[in-house]
C-alpha cells in the first residue's frame, strides 16, 4: 500500500451517506435555535397582542408623546430650575440628575470610607482591626432597605426642629430640615480657584507624562504625584491672593421656624447618601483588603531588598498589582451603589425611579415608564462594562 | 572564663512585658507610637458612643409597657416590639391561627439546620424539603383537618420574607443553571438569547422588575385574567436571581478544564450524559459557597417588595409605627429587625465561608 491509498481511504467519508437528521449535530443544532427563536417570537406576540387589546380597551395612548404634556408636580429638590409648569420630560430629567448626584458623591465618599475600613482591617492595631471587621460583618448582614429607614427616622424623629438644632461646629447645624453649613459668599475669584485647579492638574498630567519617558530615557525617577499635589494646592491659592482674598462666608441664620442662608441638604438625601456609603463601604472595604493581600510577602521583600523606600514599595510594587485585584470589582460596587441609589423612592428623595412612578401614576403609561428606567440603568452598567473591558485590557499582565 | 550553668538559662523566664496581657498589649496595641496614638483616640471614640447607648438601651429603657409609659422616659422604648410582635411577625394572618405560621417557619428552621451538615446531603433530604415544603405550604393556606382556609393575599409578615426568599432560590437554581449553560452553548441563537437575557437583568436593579411586575404586567395579561400580587412579585424575584445564579455557574463551568470535556467526549457521551455525569456535579461543587451568598443577598432583597406594597416583615413594621399610639419609636424597632435580619443573615454567611474552607480540598 502506496501513501496515495492511504490518502484516499483518509479522504473518503466513512459516514454513511444517509444520515438522518437528527443524528447530524449541525441541523439539529439549526432545528433547536429556530425552534427556540419561534418559541421566543410567539411568547412575545402573545404579550405583546394583550398589551395592545388591554391598552385600547383602557384607552392609553402608547408611544412617548406624554413626555410633552405638562407634568403638574413639583420635586422636592433640584440640580437645574424646574417647576410643576416644566414637561414631564423636565421632570424625568430632574430624577436622573438626582440620580447621578447622589450616586456621584456616593461612590467618591464610598471608595474613600472603603479604602479607609479596608486598611485598618489590616492594621496590626489589634483594636482597630477587630472594629472594622465588626463593622463590615454588621453593614453587610442588614438590608440597605432598613438601613435607609432607619437614618431616615433618625433625622425625622431624633433630630431636634430647627430652633434646637445642634450646632457641633462654628456654622454647621443638623436638625430635622437636615444639614445647614455655611459656605463662601459668591465671588469671582472662585471661578478662577476652579481654573487654577484644572490647569494643575493638566500640568501635572503632562508632567507624568514627560517624567516617564525621561525615566525610560535615564533612568532618573521625577516626582510627579508630588509635584501634581503642589501645584494643586498652590495654583487656587495664588488665584484667590490675586483676586484680593476674599474671606466673606454666607453663614446660616435663624429666621422664625426656620434658617435662611448657607446651603441645605435635605434629609432625604443626606439619609440616602449616609444610607448607601456606610453600606457600599463594608463591601468596598472586603475588595481593598483582598487586593492588598493578593500581593504576595515575597514582593514586598524582594522590593526592598534591592533597596526601594516604604513609599516607594507601596506607589511602584503593591499598588500597581493591587489595582489590578481591587479594580474589577470596584466597578461593580460603585454600579450596584448606583443602583440601590434607585431605593430613594422608598424614603421620598426625588432620584430618577421616584420621578418615572410618579408618572406612571399620572399618565398610566406604565410600559413607558418601566421601559425608560430600564434603559437608563442599562446605559449605567453598559458604560461601566466599557469601561472595565478598556481597563482589563490595559492592566492586563503582558506575558512573555 | 565559666559559662553560666546551664540550668540557670532554662529557668530564665521571659521578661514580663513580652508575656500575659501585658505582653499581648504591647504586641497589639501599642507596638508603635502611632499605634498607641491610634489605640488611644479609638478609646476615646469608643468612650464617647458606648456608654450613652448602652444607658439608652438598657437602663432608662423600658421593655413591656403599654405606649403611656414611653412618653416620660428618656431611654429606648422597647414595648412596641412585645406589644406588636404577633403583627410584626405575622401581619394580617388571622389571630387564632398565628400558631399555623409559627409551626411552618419551626419546620422550615429545623429543615435548615438538618441541611447544615453535609452527611445528610443525599437523595433523601430533596424528599424531606420536598415534604417539609408541602407541609409549609398546608399549614399556611389550611382548607384540611379542619384548618380555615387563609389566602395568600393576607400571607404577610415574617413567613412572608421567607417564603419569597426560599421560592425564589428554589425555582431560580435551575433557571440559572440552563441560562449558565446558554451561555456557553456553540448555537449562536441561544447563546445571544441568554447573553441578552442576563446581561439587562444584571444592568437593571431589582425594583424597575418589581414595578414591572406590579404595573406593567397585568396589562400582559389577556381580559379578564389576573395573577395574584405576591406571585407576581414572587416571579420578579426569581428571574432577577436566576441572572446572578447563571453568572455563578458559569464561574463553575469555566472553571472545568478542557480533558473533562474531552474525557466524556471520548467515551462517547452525549451532551446531556456529558453534562449531567460529569460536568455539573463538578461545577455546582465549585459553586456552593458563592451559591450561599447569592441566597443570602435574595434574602435581603425580599426587603425590597416594602415599595410595591407588600406585608413583608419591614413592611408590618412601618404599619406598626404609623399607629399614632407607637409613632416616633422608629429607631428601637429598625433595631430590631436590624437584629433579626442580622442573625438570619450573618448564619447565612459565616456558613457559606465554613464551607468553602471544607470543600476546598481539590476536586
Not at chain 2, 478542557?258 to 451532551?271: P, T
Request: with cysteine.
Amino acid at each position: 500500500m502506496n501513501s496515495k491509498d492511504i490518502n484516499s481511504i483518509a479522504d473518503t467519508d466513512l459516514r454513511p451517506s444517509t444520515v438522518p437528521f437528527w443524528r447530524d449535530p449541525d441541523k439539529r443544532a439549526i432545528v433547536f435555535q429556530v425552534v427556540a427563536l419561534l418559541l421566543v417570537a410567539f411568547v412575545s406576540y402573545y404579550l405583546f397582542s394583550n398589551t395592545q387589546a388591554n391598552l385600547e380597551r383602557q384607552s392609553i395612548a402608547t408611544g412617548f408623546g406624554f413626555m410633552e404634556k405638562e407634568a403638574g408636580f413639583e420635586i422636592g429638590e433640584s440640580v437645574v430650575e424646574y417647576s410643576a409648569a416644566d414637561t414631564y420630560a423636565d421632570a424625568l430629567l430632574v430624577g436622573a440628575l438626582n440620580t447621578i448626584k447622589v450616586s456621584f458623591i456616593g461612590i467618591i465618599l464610598t471608595t474613600i470610607l472603603g479604602t479607609i475600613i479596608g486598611i485598618s482591617r489590616l492594621s496590626s492595631n489589634w483594636l482597630l482591626s477587630k472594629l472594622a471587621a465588626g463593622y463590615i460583618e454588621l453593614m453587610q448582614n442588614i438590608p440597605i432597605l432598613l438601613q435607609l429607614f432607619f437614618w431616615y427616622a433618625i433625622f425625622y424623629e431624633s433630630f431636634p426642629s430647627p430652633r434646637q438644632a445642634l450646632n457641633p461646629f462654628g456654622g454647621v447645624f443638623l436638625c430635622n430640615r437636615g444639614l445647614i453649613f455655611g459656605v463662601p459668599e459668591a465671588h469671582a475669584a472662585h471661578a478662577a480657584m476652579g481654573w487654577a485647579f484644572v490647569i494643575a492638574l493638566a500640568v501635572g498630567w503632562g508632567l507624568n507624562r514627560w517624567g516617564r519617558q525621561r525615566q525610560a530615557r535615564t533612568g532618573q525617577m521625577f516626582p510627579a504625584v508630588r509635584v501634581t499635589l503642589a501645584l494643586a494646592v498652590v495654583l487656587p491659592l495664588l488665584a484667590w491672593f490675586a483676586y484680593g482674598a476674599p474671606t466673606a462666608m454666607d453663614i446660616p441664620e435663624l429666621r422664625g421656624f426656620n434658617f435662611k442662608g448657607g446651603v441645605t441638604v435635605s434629609p432625604e438625601f443626606s439619609a440616602l447618601l449616609l444610607g448607601l456609603v456606610l453600606y457600599t463601604a463594608a463591601f468596598v472595604a472586603e475588595i481593598v483588603r483582598a487586593g492588598i493581600q493578593s500581593v504576595g510577602r515575597g514582593q514586598v521583600e524582594a522590593a526592598m531588598a534591592v533597596g526601594l523606600r516604604p513609599g516607594q514599595v507601596l506607589h511602584l510594587v503593591i499598588l500597581p498589582q493591587a489595582l489590578r485585584v481591587i479594580i474589577p470589582p470596584l466597578t461593580s460596587q460603585m454600579l450596584n451603589l448606583t443602583k440601590n441609589s434607585s431605593l430613594a423612592i422608598a424614603i421620598g428623595y426625588a432620584d430618577f425611579v421616584a420621578v418615572t412612578n410618579t408618572t406612571i401614576n399620572q399618565t398610566g403609561q406604565a410600559i413607558e415608564g418601566v421601559a425608560l428606567i430600564m434603559l437608563v440603568y442599562l446605559f449605567f452598567s453598559l458604560s461601566t462594562s466599557v469601561f472595565m473591558n478598556w481597563y482589563n485590557k490595559k492592566m492586563a499582565l503582558v506575558e512573555r | 572564663m565559666t559559662n553560666p550553668p546551664v540550668s540557670s538559662r532554662e529557668y530564665l523566664k521571659p521578661p514580663i512585658t513580652e508575656v500575659g496581657v501585658i505582653g499581648w498589649l504591647r504586641g497589639n496595641l501599642f507596638n508603635s507610637w502611632y499605634n498607641s496614638l491610634l489605640t488611644v483616640v479609638v478609646l476615646i471614640l469608643l468612650w464617647q458612643l458606648v456608654p450613652p447607648f448602652f444607658r439608652w438601651a438598657f437602663i432608662d429603657s423600658v421593655w413591656n409597657t403599654p405606649a403611656e409609659a414611653c412618653r416620660d422616659i428618656d431611654g429606648a422604648c422597647w414595648s412596641i416590639i412585645p406589644r406588636n410582635i404577633s403583627f410584626i411577625l405575622f401581619g394580617f394572618f388571622p389571630d387564632g391561627e398565628q400558631w399555623r405560621p409559627g409551626l411552618a417557619m419551626a419546620l422550615m428552621l429545623g429543615l435548615v439546620i438538618f441541611s447544615r451538615n453535609r452527611k445528610h446531603w443525599k437523595k433523601s433530604l430533596g424528599i424531606y424539603w420536598s415534604i417539609g415544603l408541602i407541609a409549609m405550604g398546608t399549614l399556611m393556606y389550611g382548607g384540611v383537618f379542619g384548618m380555615q382556609v387563609v389566602e395568600t393575599a393576607r400571607w404577610s409578615g415574617l413567613p412572608l420574607t421567607f417564603m419569597l426568599a426560599l421560592f425564589g432560590m428554589v425555582a431560580a437554581y435551575p433557571l440559572g443553571v440552563f441560562l449558565a449553560l446558554g451561555r456557553q452553548s456553540r448555537m449562536p441563537a441561544i447563546k445571544t438569547l441568554c447573553v441578552v437575557y442576563i446581561e439587562m437583568i444584571r444592568g437593571v436593579p431589582l425594583i424597575s422588575l418589581l414595578f414591572m411586575s406590579s404595573v406593567m404586567f397585568p396589562l400582559f395579561l389577556p381580559e379578564g385574567v389576573t395573577i395574584d400580587k405576591v406571585l407576581r412579585a414572587q416571579v420578579a424575584i426569581i428571574l432577577f436571581t436566576a441572572a446572578y445564579i447563571a453568572e455563578v455557574v458559569r464561574g463553575g463551568l469555566q472553571a472545568m478544564p478542557r480533558g473533562q470535556f474531552e474525557a466524556a467526549d471520548s467515551i462517547g457521551l452525549n451532551y446531556n450524559q456529558t453534562m449531567r455525569l460529569i460536568i455539573l456535579p463538578q461545577a455546582l461543587k465549585i459553586v456552593i459557597p458563592p451559591s450561599v451568598g447569592i441566597l443570602l443577598s435574595a434574602f435581603k432583597d425580599t426587603s425590597l417588595v416594602v415599595i410595591i406594597a407588600l406585608y413583608d416583615v419591614l413592611k408590618t413594621t412601618k404599619v406598626t409605627l404609623s399607629n399614632p399610639k407607637w409613632t416616633g419609636y422608629s429607631t428601637e424597632a429598625y433595631i430590631f429587625l436590624a437584629v433579626l435580619y442580622f442573625i438570619c443573615c450573618y448564619a447565612m454567611s459565616n456558613y457559606s465561608r465554613k464551607l468553602e474552607k471544607e470543600l476546598h480540598t481539590g476536586r
